[in-house]
C-alpha cells in the first residue's frame, strides 16, 4: 500500500467542518472551535491552553488551503503539509515546550483518522477523484 492509499475515503474537507472535527478529538480546551463563525478572525471561541500555536496552526490551514470563507473546502495535503511546517518551526527553536509538540502530534493523527475515514452523513468531504482543482 503506498501512502495515498490511506486516504482514499477523504481527501477535501469544508475548513469549519475540519475544525469542529478537529475541536472534538483534542478537546476545545486546546481548540475551542467557534462553529457559528463569520470569518477567520472569529473561530477562536475564548482562550486555548496554547493560544499562539492555535492561532498560527488555524490560520496556516486556512492560509494554505487559499481559503476565502470558513465554508471553503481544504485538502489533506493542505492540512498536514501546514502542521509539518509548524512542527518543523517548533522543533527548529532552542526551547520548545513539549506540549505544543504533543498537541500538534494530536492534530495530526486527528486528522489522518478524519482524513481516512468516509464522511459523515450531511458533509461535504469527498474523493479527490470527485473533486474540483481548486481549493
Given at each position: ?46 482562550d ?8 498560527e ?7 494554505s ?18 502542521l ?13 515546550d ?13 486528522s489522518?483518522?478524519?482524513f481516512a475515514a ?9 474523493p479527490?477523484?470527485d ?5
Open positions: 500500500m503506498n501512502g495515498n492509499e490511506t486516504f482514499n475515503d477523504c481527501r477535501r474537507i469544508e475548513y469549519r467542518q475540519l475544525m469542529t472535527r478537529l475541536a472534538e478529538a483534542v478537546g476545545r480546551h486546546q481548540l475551542p472551535v467557534k462553529t457559528d463563525a463569520t470569518d477567520i478572525n472569529d473561530i477562536l471561541d475564548g486555548p491552553v496554547h493560544y499562539g500555536l492555535v492561532h496552526v488555524v490560520r496556516a490551514i486556512y492560509r488551503g487559499r481559503c476565502h470563507t470558513l465554508d471553503a473546502e481544504v485538502r489533506a495535503e493542505t492540512v498536514f503539509n501546514s509539518g511546517g509548524v512542527r518543523g518551526r517548533l522543533l527548529a527553536e532552542r526551547e520548545t513539549i506540549d505544543q509538540i504533543n498537541l500538534l502530534e494530536e492534530l495530526g493523527w486527528a489522518r483518522v478524519l468516509p464522511p459523515p452523513s450531511g458533509e461535504t468531504c469527498r479527490e477523484s473533486a474540483g482543482s481548486d481549493g
